[in-house]
Each structure stands twice: as C-alpha cells, then as structure tokens.
C-alpha cells in the first residue's frame, strides 16, 4: 500500500535544496530545527507503509519507538522498515522519485528486556549510511546503491554471540565522526560504554560506569548531543533500575569535563528519571550548556503527588560548568527542539497535565532556553465526546522560522497528535495560529517524529510514513 501524488513527485524528484534530514533531531545538537519553510499543509503528498502489523490496529496503544525518516537534499526518502516476525526483522528502504530503490536488510535484535520496542535507527553522511546491527555491531552502505561497504564493532574484534546491543541512535558531529553507545550483559567482552567511529575507521570506547560513576550505565534510546563547535560530547547514564540519571559532558579523548546528577530537590525541581521506555536525548545548546528532561513518580524520593504529578518529570538546563541553571516540571520521553528568534533563544517541546484536575490537559510550550520558565503555550483542543482532548505524541517537533522585510522573525512548530492530526502551529501567536491535517485515524502513546527539508513534513501514522504539503 503506497501511492505517491504529483505534488510529491515534484518535491522528491525535481526541486534540488540545500536542507537535509540525515540524522535524528535533525542535527548533532539535536534542534530539530531547518533553515527552510514548512509549505502550507492542505494536501496529502505522500503514503508509504512501513510497518504492516500497525496498519489496521485501531487507536490502542503503540509501544513501539521510531526512528525518523531521513531526507537527502533531492527529496530521496531512508525509511525504517519493520516486518513483524521472530525476531522481527529491520530494513532501511530508499525511496526515489517515489519509487523504491534499494533495501538493505539488518540483523539488528532488540535489547529483550525493555516494555517498549527500543529505537532501530540508521543516519547518512558523506555517501555514506550506518545502520544498527546486532552484537553491538554498525555495517556502513553506499548511500547510492546500498551495497555494504565496511562493518564495524563496537568491540576490538567481531563479538559474534555476545550480549551486546547497541541502546541510543546515531549521532555524527561536524566532523563526521559516528557516536552511539551500548550497554552489555555479563560475559560480554565489554560493559555498557560510548563509541566513537571516526572518519578514518577506528574505533574508540569509554565505560560508562568508569566515566558517569559506579553501575552506571547508557540511558535507552538517548542519542549523544555534540555542542556546536564539536568540542563537546553530551551523554545520559542512569543505574539499572531506571533512577540516580547522570548528564556527563566529555572532551572528543573521552575525558570528563563535567558530571551533573539529574535530582536536584529544590522547589519547582525533582529527580528525572531516564525511564528505559522513553526516548530523551540531550540537547546541546548555543552557550555550551545542555539540557536533557526525564520521567518522575509521586514515590520518587522528596516528591508529593503535588510537585511529581505521575509521568510528567523533569526537564534540566545545565551551564558550560555542569551548574543546573533551570528547571520545568515536563520531561517524559520528550526532547525539545530549539529556535533562535529575534536573538533569543526558545526550547519548544510538549506538556502533558496527566492528571490535572478536573480534567488533563495538553500544552505545546516555549520555554527561555536558559532559565526554562514558560513563555507561551499552545492548549490542544481537538477532541471527540468520548476521550476529551488527544495529547500530544511528540518525541521531538520540527521547526522553522520565517524572517519578515523588517527582520523580525516568526517562528512555527509542526508536531503529531494522537487525534491522527499533524498541526502546524505559530509560535508566539496570539490568539493562537493553527493549521491541521489529517494523517489518519487516532493512536494511543505513537511517540512518532515528524521531519521536513522544507515543502511537504512528514510524520508517521499507523505504520504509515505520511507526508502533507501544497495542493495548489
């Protein structure tokens, strides 16, 4: 079941841009930010299954974490493909003109003993596409053609059989060098450690519990953030039961340049807890600092119900020092983008009131970038009369800003909704400024991505990659 309109074939075939999606959050930084504009969104440009056993499943929940499609410059679309089997099998498949190209198919094996599906994910640079293998292995293809060219481990040597998986996404710096990290079981040759492949082939490794402090470990599906120079390395650790989380911020040798602890009880601010289901990622910001948000509950220690509502957390702002500057009780599976308007810099991510009374409720919020205090909010108000208001399903958002004749700069998000809506939203609008389209029918907990070159944004809906644009 695919079908590709003329609007799409004319995006993915024919207009050359300069923006590229090819890893995920965008970027090392992890800004989910494109420097081109999102078209208006009143035509579906694109349908693409990519995961059949998802197609049919009604609105119940999805427990399944997904990677973002990437984007090359010319429109060619990578998908993550999943076929339902033991064990499930993982593709990547290039899509072309709106025609598939090549599939290279993974021996990828998810970590067994997570509630949610961990993220599969691939990212592309310089012709080149890394793509998660099992035994905490990495095979690197033509991005022309698909074709293997190298296979890399994390490991000195290939640890076929060994209990190793690789637990965080790709990310690749400005310089091209490859990160992700692994966690490891006991009579493995390694432990749960970050890797670093760079652009010569080698490999290099640290362990994380010698780095981040005792039993520590690699945070699940927490790709590392690299500052905007490349100089510094951001990554998450947590102990095995998912509490006393860690921020660590690293030289390019591995050495430890700072080591924050994400519980810090002061008012307004409690643990965050870097829950194996959830997907949040570092983010590096503009001054060297760094921000990273996590889950809590009301028996995390020094919480009431009050102050840690159930799944909401704890979103963390660091300075360059490793100092916590800031704090917003929102942090579950959330990585916020980021957006510099008119000098300042805006964090943009989700709140979902869970148990608000009388009813939940659900914010898209802009947050200072340094002190975290809210600056604007959208309230979501699509509902139906039998479940109320739909949250928003956001893992992280997709946004642009527009630059008006007098320099002054608007920006817009665009994010999922469980409603089965992909919005376009003005930031900053007042009343609020909103555009949606349907991408098909509600899902429960679909902590989907959205990506953009600019033109149609994509977004996933029921196993379905899904792309709106310009009819007109």
Known sequence: MKYV???????????????????????????????????????????????????????????????????ESNGDLYVPMRAAGTPVVYSVQQITGGTPGWTFTSDYVRQPSTAWEPVFDFAINNGLVYVMRRYGCVSILNE????????????????????????????????????????ASAGADINSSIVKLDTSGNIARADLATLAGANQIAANNSAVAISPDNSTIYAATTLANQTGGRLLALDQSFNVLWNASLRVDVPGCHEARLNDSGTSSPIALPDGGAAIGGWSSPTSPGCTAAECPVSEGFYYNFDNTGTMRGCYQFGWDDTMGQITLNGTNYLVGKHNHYTASPSPFFELVVLDGTTMQKVWSYLAENRDPVHGPYEWCIDAPTLFKVTADDGTETGYAVVPSESGDLFEITLFSNPPIETDFPVGGPQNAAYVPTVSIGGSAYTINHGQVVGVGNGM
């Not at 049919?56 to 997904?66: E, F, N, P, R």
């Not at 060994?162 to 990310?171: D, E, G, L, N, Y």
Request: charged share 20%; aromatic share 10%.
């Open 5 to 71: 309109t003329a609007a799409a074939l004319l995006l993915i075939a024919g207009i050359a841009r300069s923006e590229t999606w090819l890893q995920r959050y965008h970027d090392a930084q992890h800004t989910s930010f494109i420097n081109a504009p999102v078209d208006p969104m009143n035509q579906e440009t694109f349908r693409m299954v990519f995961d059949p056993s998802q197609v049919d499943v009604g609105s119940g929940d999805i427990l399944i974490h997904y990677t973002d499609p990437k984007v």
């Open 144 to 183: 022309a053609d698909g074709t293997p060219v190298d296979y890399k481990c994390s490991t000195d040597t290939d640890p076929t059989g060994q209990p190793i998986w690789i637990v965080s996404p790709f990310t690749i710096d400005g310089n091209g060098n490859v990160f992700w990290t692994v966690r």
